[in-house]
């Protein structure tokens, strides 16, 4: 990757610098309490921010979360990140209660060497996420001018041309952070020469969201597992009946003609976990793939299904690319595909890649050793366009 990354901004020297460090800080939020569910992003951006940190900068982090409409909204407030964030560095956090107004330009300018600040939510000014390129540089602009040099390490966010992604990044000496550097050079050996055999596991809820995704690995992969939602628009394909699961009937011809090209590398579901209801304590039972009964909703895949796409993962692979969930883990009835599918990877020699998402938390959520993964990506929809060939602008931006 022709890219400059941290260790050369910190070969320059940075004490006494304000470095501005753009992070993927969206973290799940308890909605009765708003408590972090999952610090994982937190802790994923710790090694940037420690060395820059240890070397002496004024660090002034920045990120966004959820989706507010462009203006401040207290529910997607970063004061309890900002909380959690001191804990992991085991120092005070300085938070600014807005992103460049006179609360972001006093906490920075009152940082002394070795700190850090966390801005208010990017999202809550409309220039983060503008579509017009005048105003979302204006926005740039004022980001700007909190930083002397600028360290991207929002792999989650670098598929989006947003100001603080991709119009910074012009306007200020910029790097790419530690975890950036890794996602991209882990992602690049999946789209380079991958050890084979190489198998991916693909879930999730619908097949829309994955078709450009398949269609770039169906020609590459040497085994593609498909679980999840998606899946019954594949069965439904094959001319099963699947009740009342989750059907993209405007997907159907698109399924038969991957299953088509893909015969031979298509793994599809032999059973279900059907249940009368999308609820936690529905009735349920395993059901062939092929009689899924009329009043049932498929909700996960099956002890045999997960059998079969176990020992593709544990003897059959030299490379593992997994993203999306096989059931609907957050219910524990529906979880056993997932946990099954979780720790066939993990157990497996394979190098195997967990493609963020809803991928990573069921690994952290169901308590499997994040160790025994190869690597956990922070951007699941990064790392899917990454895979289909897409230029990501956050990366165009760094290379330029």
Known sequence: MTIRNLDDLLAEGVSGRRVLVRADLNVPLDKQTGAITD???????????????SAGAKVVVCSHLGRPKGAPDPQFSLTPVAGRLGELLGAPVHFATDTVGESAQATVAALADGEVALLENLRFNKGETSKDDAERGAFADQLAAL?????????????????????????????????????????????????????VVLGGSKVSDKLAVIEALLPTVDRLLIGGGMCFTFLKAQGHEVGTSLLEKD???????????????????????????????????????????????????????VAGFAAALRTGARTIFWNGPMGVFEMAAFAGGTRGVAEAIAESEAFSVVGGGDSAAAVRSLGLDEKSFGHISTGGGASLEYLEGKTLPGIAALEN
């Open 251 to 305: 997907m159907v011809e698109t399924c038969r003609n991957l299953l088509e090209r893909g015969a031979g590398k298509i793994m599809l579901p032999v059973d279900v976990v059907a249940a009368d209801a999308f609820a936690p304590d529905a009735a349920h039972d395993v059901v062939p793939a092929d009689g899924i009964p009329s009043h049932r909703v498929g909700l996960d895949i099956g002890p045999e299904t």
């Open 147 to 199: 930083g002397d040099a600028y360290v991207d390490d929002a792999f989650g966010a670098v598929h989006r041309k947003h100001a603080s992604v991709y119009d910074v990044p012009a306007r200020l000496p910029h790097v790419a952070g530690r975890l950036v550097l890794r996602e991209v050079e882990v992602l690049s050996t999946l789209t380079g020469s991958p050890e084979r055999p190489y198998v």
């Open 39 to 53: 610090d994982g992003r937190i802790r994923a951006v710790l090694p940037t921010l420690g060395a820059l940190v």
